[in-house]
């Protein structure tokens, strides 16, 4: 079965950092743009960074800015999410999806991304 697996959620203080992974499971990485898409209760999933598949473009939503950094070792088939200075309104189930494509540009939208994981939650709180 070809899925995803997302690791590296938990609970840390606002101001702290996590680092979030996806790893796939069933087909191999490098061809695919990945995307990270947090969700809340009641609220849509949105995208929050992407990056392509060899790295020569990465997209950030304005809310995670020079805290958020994404990048990929696709010889360990592996995307980060290194996540600083975070707040509470981190707080989410964080998904990664992946969507098979060439080029230089990937897309902050669920609607682009045909495959994706189970998620893991992160949360934010004192």
């Known amino acids: 079965q070809l899925q995803l697996v997302e690791s590296g959620g938990g609970l840390v203080q606002p101001g702290g950092s996590l680092r979030l992974l996806c790893v796939p499971s069933g087909f191999n990485l490098h061809h695919f743009a990945i995307g990270w898409f947090p969700q809340v209760p009641g609220k849509e999933r949105e995208g929050v960074s992407c990056?392509?598949?060899?790295?020569?473009?990465?997209r950030y939503a304005d809310s995670v800015k020079g805290r958020f950094t994404i990048s990929r070792d696709n010889t360990k088939q592996t995307v980060y999410l290194q996540m600083n200075s975070l707040k509470p309104e981190d707080s989410a189930v964080y998904y990664c999806?992946?969507?098979?494509?060439?080029?230089?540009?990937?897309?902050?939208?669920?609607?682009?991304?045909?495959?994706w994981g189970q998620g893991t939650q992160v949360t934010v709180a004192s």
């Open positions: 990056i392509t598949p060899l790295s020569h473009g990465t």
């Open positions: 999806a992946a969507i098979l494509q060439a080029g230089a540009w990937c897309g902050l939208l669920p609607t682009q991304y045909p495959r």
